[in-house]
């Protein structure tokens, strides 16, 4: 779930460092495991809270963490009446959206089938940056992956047969908190790139904002708590701690150690995580039809994302 994988490019990575190469990977696995693994913990916290207190509750907790690490490093919140407008929509689309939008859809759709709908982001992204990105020229490969990348989507949707047995409402908000994640990078490319202000620095301002948006939202559409179920209070703890706090701590070191292109891939191993999780754990269910097409997704994905050589 790289809700803010672009405010982690705001700068030039730094080189990375010959000495961590076994350390970089054993962080990638775990930010894999901990975003996979979301999808499970947004499903049990949908079990006890309304969704928008979920999201509340996650971005509470992982707005925390941020906080936190700022303090430890002394980072301030960056200054500027229209940067913090600008990040006021990157957090929107973000962060309030998209993660509002996938604790909906866990209301009647399985963490799995969520999960492989976060895989759609690179596609959505490309075919956006297509519009919006006039230096993001299509090639025949990445045209082909997109094309291939929602073949894999129907097949995971079981289109020849009708969407036979799909919550089309719950599926629906799961793609398109997919499609809000891109429409949030190309928007903060094209209005904070470069703003001189460190990567951790504009990722806090942007779940602070995030945090405020959905405490204003929260109150008007759910009641209070009567009251407050352990269990999926606990796993919207570990949501937003670990899923969004440090997980975007973990995110922010790979992309300065080994470049973002490598710390994306971590998007691949997302929706298997999130199957496995979501069969074995919450004992849902599991058609043929989704770990194939999850793989067409994937490879598709894969492709939309070759460069040409020297770009």
Known sequence: ???????????????????????????????????????????????????????????VFGTAVLAAA??????KLPRGARLWGHMALAAFFLNALPFSLFAYSELTIPSTLAGICNATSPLWGMALSLVALSEDRPTRVRVA????????VLTVLGAWQGFHGLDATGTAMA????????????YVRRTLAGTGNSHLSMTGAQLLLATVQLAVVTPLFTSFPAHFSLVPLLAIAALGALGTGLAVLIQYGLV??????????????????????????????LRWTTPVGAVIVLAGAALTQVRRKGA
Not at 175 to 186: D, H, R
């Open 1 to 59: 779930m790289s809700s803010t994988v672009t405010a982690t490019r705001t700068q030039s990575p730094a080189p990375a460092r010959p000495r961590a190469r076994l350390g970089w990977r054993i962080r990638f696995g775990v930010l894999s495991l901990i975003w996979g693994f979301s999808f499970l913990l947004i499903k049990v916290g949908t079990g006890g809270y309304a969704p928008f207190q979920v999201t509340l509750g996650r971005l």
């Open 70 to 75: 700022m303090a430890v490093k002394r980072e």
């Open 145 to 152: 992956g997109l094309g291939l990348g929602f073949l894999g």
């Open 175 to 186: 793609l398109l908190a997919s499609l809000s994640y891109p429409v949030g990078w190309i």
């Open 256 to 285: 300065a150690e080994v470049g973002p292109t490598t710390a994306q891939m971590v998007t691949y191993f997302i929706p298997v995580i999130a199957t496995a999780a979501g069969v074995a754990i919450l004992g849902e269910s």
